[in-house]
């Protein structure tokens, strides 16, 4: 398993692709995260602008960006005294790239599972029409 740098500037740590992935789904899984994600579409944002949408306190806001900063989904630039946050580069790879594999398993099972069930209303429908429903 390769090993991924923790991108958050606070130390030397390393994740394994395992545990960086598994650190991308916590930071997703969390609705006002998710919601800082969609805000830095848009580009660069200071946290102070992240937090206005919220009824948090800034702390608490600056600590959901610490999780999607430790995720390696965001990366954060200090100017004078304000923090500015951005999507990091190669957002959410790992998690595509697991999401793909599985893809690749499942499409075809559900597609043989929707023909199936096609087939099925298909045979009750003519059923229906020769009794007269």
């Known amino acids: 398993m390769k090993a991924i740098a923790d991108s958050s500037g606070s130390g030397a740590t390393m994740n394994t692709a395992g545990e960086q992935l598994d650190l991308v789904f916590g930071a997703v899984a969390d609705p006002t995260r998710r919601a800082i994600l969609s805000s830095l579409r848009s580009g ?39 923090h500015h946050c951005h999507l990091a580069p190669g957002f959410f790879e790992e998690a595509s790239g697991w999401f793909e594999r599985y893809r690749d398993f499942w499409e075809p099972r559900l597609d043989a599972l929707e023909a199936r069930v096609l087939e099925r209303k298909s045979k009750r429908g003519k059923r229906r029409m020769r009794r007269g429903r």
Do not use: Y
């Open 44 to 82: 660069p944002a200071s946290i102070t602008t992240l937090a206005e949408p919220f009824d948090m306190s800034f702390a608490a806001v600056s600590k959901h960006v610490l999780v999607l900063e430790r995720a390696g989904l965001i990366q954060r630039e200090i100017v004078g005294r304000e």
